[in-house]
T-cell receptor, first 113, second 111 residues
Framework: NAGVMQNPRHLVRRRGQEARLRCSPMKGHSHVYWYRQLPEEGLKFMVYLQKENIIDESGMPKERFSAEFPKEGPSILRIQQVVRGDSAAYFC???????????FGSGTQLSVL | DQQVKQNSPSLSVQEGRISILNCDYTNSMFDYFLWYKKYPAEGPTFLISISSIKDKNEDGRFTVFLNKSAKHLSLHIVPSQPGDSAVYFCAASDNNNDMRFGAGTRLTVKP
Protein backbone atom coordinates (compact mmCIF):
# COMPACT_ATOMS: atom_id res chain seq x y z
CA ASN A 1 0.00 0.00 0.00
CA ALA A 2 1.70 3.15 -1.21
CA GLY A 3 -0.83 5.54 0.33
CA VAL A 4 -0.46 7.89 3.27
CA MET A 5 -0.23 5.82 6.42
CA GLN A 6 -1.28 7.14 9.79
CA ASN A 7 -1.04 5.38 13.09
CA PRO A 8 -2.55 4.73 15.42
CA ARG A 9 -6.09 4.86 14.04
CA HIS A 10 -7.46 5.44 17.51
CA LEU A 11 -5.63 6.89 20.49
CA VAL A 12 -7.04 7.30 23.97
CA ARG A 13 -5.26 9.50 26.46
CA ARG A 14 -6.05 10.88 29.89
CA ARG A 15 -5.79 14.55 30.59
CA GLY A 16 -2.18 15.59 31.09
CA GLN A 17 -0.67 12.75 29.07
CA GLU A 18 1.20 13.10 25.81
CA ALA A 19 -0.15 12.07 22.42
CA ARG A 20 2.08 11.16 19.48
CA LEU A 21 0.54 10.81 16.07
CA ARG A 22 2.55 9.37 13.21
CA CYS A 23 2.29 9.88 9.50
CA SER A 24 4.22 8.25 6.68
CA PRO A 25 3.65 10.15 3.43
CA MET A 26 3.20 8.58 0.04
CA LYS A 27 6.39 7.33 -1.50
CA GLY A 28 8.26 10.18 -3.13
CA HIS A 29 6.27 12.91 -1.37
CA SER A 30 8.29 15.36 0.68
CA HIS A 31 5.46 17.74 1.61
CA VAL A 32 3.38 16.85 4.67
CA TYR A 33 0.38 18.64 6.10
CA TRP A 34 -1.54 18.11 9.31
CA TYR A 35 -5.22 18.98 9.65
CA ARG A 36 -7.60 18.70 12.57
CA GLN A 37 -11.30 18.02 12.33
CA LEU A 38 -13.40 18.75 15.36
CA PRO A 39 -16.85 17.17 15.62
CA GLU A 40 -19.29 18.79 13.19
CA GLU A 41 -16.58 21.05 11.82
CA GLY A 42 -14.43 21.16 8.71
CA LEU A 43 -10.75 20.49 8.25
CA LYS A 44 -8.58 23.06 9.97
CA PHE A 45 -5.04 23.50 8.74
CA MET A 46 -2.44 23.07 11.46
CA VAL A 47 1.04 22.79 10.02
CA TYR A 48 2.92 22.25 6.76
CA LEU A 49 6.32 20.60 6.75
CA GLN A 50 8.90 19.74 4.17
CA LYS A 51 11.68 17.31 5.01
CA GLU A 52 13.33 18.54 8.23
CA ASN A 53 11.70 21.98 7.93
CA ILE A 54 8.53 23.56 9.26
CA ILE A 55 7.24 25.78 6.46
CA ASP A 56 4.04 27.08 8.01
CA GLU A 57 2.75 26.41 11.50
CA SER A 58 0.24 29.23 11.59
CA GLY A 59 -2.66 26.90 12.34
CA MET A 60 -1.04 25.11 15.22
CA PRO A 61 -1.57 26.26 18.83
CA LYS A 62 1.58 27.86 20.18
CA GLU A 63 1.61 25.80 23.34
CA ARG A 64 1.65 22.03 23.80
CA PHE A 65 1.66 21.25 20.07
CA SER A 66 4.71 20.48 17.98
CA ALA A 67 5.43 18.76 14.70
CA GLU A 68 8.46 17.35 12.99
CA PHE A 69 9.33 15.60 9.76
CA PRO A 70 12.82 14.16 10.15
CA LYS A 71 15.09 13.20 7.31
CA GLU A 72 14.41 9.57 8.08
CA GLY A 73 11.14 8.28 9.41
CA PRO A 74 7.57 9.49 9.64
CA SER A 75 6.22 12.90 10.47
CA ILE A 76 5.18 13.21 14.12
CA LEU A 77 2.51 15.46 15.57
CA ARG A 78 3.03 15.71 19.29
CA ILE A 79 0.55 17.05 21.79
CA GLN A 80 1.78 17.49 25.33
CA GLN A 81 -0.45 17.61 28.41
CA VAL A 82 -3.57 16.84 26.43
CA VAL A 83 -6.91 18.37 27.40
CA ARG A 84 -10.44 17.29 26.53
CA GLY A 85 -10.63 19.96 23.83
CA ASP A 86 -7.85 18.19 21.93
CA SER A 87 -10.25 15.33 21.17
CA ALA A 88 -10.60 15.32 17.41
CA ALA A 89 -9.70 13.50 14.24
CA TYR A 90 -6.20 14.41 13.05
CA PHE A 91 -5.51 13.94 9.37
CA CYS A 92 -2.17 13.92 7.67
CA UNK A 93 -1.80 14.58 3.95
CA UNK A 94 1.12 14.57 1.58
CA UNK A 95 1.82 15.99 -1.83
CA UNK A 96 4.51 15.81 -4.46
CA UNK A 97 4.89 19.58 -4.62
CA UNK A 98 3.40 22.45 -2.68
CA UNK A 99 -0.18 23.32 -3.60
CA UNK A 100 -0.69 20.18 -5.63
CA UNK A 101 -3.56 17.94 -4.70
CA UNK A 102 -3.21 16.32 -1.34
CA UNK A 103 -3.47 12.66 -0.56
CA PHE A 104 -4.88 12.01 2.88
CA GLY A 105 -4.37 9.28 5.40
CA SER A 106 -7.28 7.67 7.23
CA GLY A 107 -6.72 9.85 10.26
CA THR A 108 -6.07 9.31 13.93
CA GLN A 109 -9.04 9.70 16.23
CA LEU A 110 -7.77 11.14 19.51
CA SER A 111 -10.00 10.81 22.53
CA VAL A 112 -9.01 12.53 25.75
CA LEU A 113 -10.74 11.20 28.84
CA ASP B 1 -10.04 33.60 9.30
CA GLN B 2 -12.29 31.52 7.12
CA GLN B 3 -10.90 31.97 3.62
CA VAL B 4 -13.00 29.17 2.14
CA LYS B 5 -16.66 28.98 3.04
CA GLN B 6 -19.29 26.36 2.48
CA ASN B 7 -22.44 27.91 3.81
CA SER B 8 -24.68 24.88 3.48
CA PRO B 9 -23.86 22.27 6.11
CA SER B 10 -26.15 19.72 4.49
CA LEU B 11 -27.97 18.94 1.27
CA SER B 12 -30.51 16.24 0.49
CA VAL B 13 -31.45 15.20 -3.05
CA GLN B 14 -33.34 12.41 -4.72
CA GLU B 15 -31.47 9.72 -6.60
CA GLY B 16 -31.15 10.61 -10.27
CA ARG B 17 -31.48 14.35 -9.70
CA ILE B 18 -28.72 16.93 -9.75
CA SER B 19 -26.71 17.80 -6.63
CA ILE B 20 -25.20 21.28 -6.51
CA LEU B 21 -22.67 22.06 -3.80
CA ASN B 22 -21.45 25.61 -3.40
CA CYS B 23 -18.27 27.20 -2.14
CA ASP B 24 -17.12 30.81 -1.75
CA TYR B 25 -13.64 32.13 -1.12
CA THR B 26 -12.20 35.45 -0.05
CA ASN B 27 -8.54 35.27 -1.06
CA SER B 28 -8.14 36.54 -4.62
CA MET B 29 -4.68 34.94 -4.76
CA PHE B 30 -6.15 31.45 -4.81
CA ASP B 31 -5.54 29.91 -8.21
CA TYR B 32 -6.22 26.23 -7.74
CA PHE B 33 -9.44 24.76 -6.41
CA LEU B 34 -10.34 21.23 -5.46
CA TRP B 35 -13.22 19.16 -4.18
CA TYR B 36 -12.69 16.31 -1.78
CA LYS B 37 -15.14 13.66 -0.70
CA LYS B 38 -15.09 12.10 2.73
CA TYR B 39 -16.81 9.01 4.05
CA PRO B 40 -17.11 8.41 7.83
CA ALA B 41 -13.96 7.07 9.47
CA GLU B 42 -11.92 7.63 6.31
CA GLY B 43 -9.64 10.38 5.11
CA PRO B 44 -10.81 12.78 2.41
CA THR B 45 -10.22 11.63 -1.15
CA PHE B 46 -9.61 13.88 -4.10
CA LEU B 47 -12.56 14.22 -6.47
CA ILE B 48 -11.97 16.95 -9.02
CA SER B 49 -10.01 20.17 -9.40
CA ILE B 50 -9.94 23.31 -11.50
CA SER B 51 -7.28 25.87 -12.23
CA SER B 52 -8.13 29.57 -12.26
CA ILE B 53 -7.43 29.75 -15.99
CA LYS B 54 -10.54 27.66 -16.59
CA ASP B 55 -14.17 28.16 -15.70
CA LYS B 56 -15.32 24.58 -16.03
CA ASN B 57 -13.89 21.11 -15.61
CA GLU B 58 -15.84 17.93 -16.17
CA ASP B 59 -15.11 14.35 -15.15
CA GLY B 60 -17.91 11.90 -15.71
CA ARG B 61 -20.86 12.77 -13.51
CA PHE B 62 -18.89 15.50 -11.75
CA THR B 63 -18.46 19.06 -13.04
CA VAL B 64 -16.82 21.94 -11.23
CA PHE B 65 -17.63 25.52 -12.22
CA LEU B 66 -15.50 28.50 -11.27
CA ASN B 67 -16.68 32.12 -11.27
CA LYS B 68 -13.60 34.16 -10.47
CA SER B 69 -15.33 37.52 -10.40
CA ALA B 70 -17.76 36.25 -7.79
CA LYS B 71 -15.10 34.17 -6.02
CA HIS B 72 -17.46 31.26 -6.19
CA LEU B 73 -17.23 27.67 -7.27
CA SER B 74 -19.70 24.87 -7.39
CA LEU B 75 -19.71 21.13 -7.82
CA HIS B 76 -22.47 19.52 -9.86
CA ILE B 77 -23.19 15.83 -9.61
CA VAL B 78 -25.59 14.44 -12.14
CA PRO B 79 -27.22 12.02 -11.91
CA SER B 80 -26.81 11.69 -8.15
CA GLN B 81 -26.45 8.20 -6.74
CA PRO B 82 -26.88 6.90 -3.17
CA GLY B 83 -23.15 6.10 -3.11
CA ASP B 84 -22.45 9.81 -3.50
CA SER B 85 -23.71 10.37 0.05
CA ALA B 86 -20.70 11.78 1.89
CA VAL B 87 -19.25 15.03 3.18
CA TYR B 88 -17.83 17.20 0.42
CA PHE B 89 -15.03 19.65 1.14
CA CYS B 90 -14.07 22.54 -1.05
CA ALA B 91 -10.37 23.51 -0.95
CA ALA B 92 -8.26 26.28 -2.42
CA SER B 93 -4.59 27.17 -2.63
CA ASP B 94 -2.12 29.50 -4.26
CA ASN B 95 1.55 29.00 -5.04
CA ASN B 96 2.70 30.50 -1.80
CA ASN B 97 0.06 29.19 0.49
CA ASP B 98 -1.15 26.00 1.98
CA MET B 99 -4.38 24.38 1.05
CA ARG B 100 -7.37 25.77 2.93
CA PHE B 101 -10.57 23.83 3.33
CA GLY B 102 -14.19 24.77 3.83
CA ALA B 103 -16.31 23.36 6.64
CA GLY B 104 -17.87 20.75 4.37
CA THR B 105 -21.35 19.97 3.11
CA ARG B 106 -22.99 16.66 4.00
CA LEU B 107 -24.76 15.31 0.91
CA THR B 108 -27.48 12.72 1.31
CA VAL B 109 -28.83 11.08 -1.82
CA LYS B 110 -32.12 9.32 -1.16
CA PRO B 111 -33.03 6.26 -3.21
Amino acid sequence: NAGVMQNPRHLVRRRGQEARLRCSPMKGHSHVYWYRQLPEEGLKFMVYLQKENIIDESGMPKERFSAEFPKEGPSILRIQQVVRGDSAAYFCASSLTQSEKLFFGSGTQLSVL
Amino acid sequence: DQQVKQNSPSLSVQEGRISILNCDYTNSMFDYFLWYKKYPAEGPTFLISISSIKDKNEDGRFTVFLNKSAKHLSLHIVPSQPGDSAVYFCAASDNNNDMRFGAGTRLTVKP
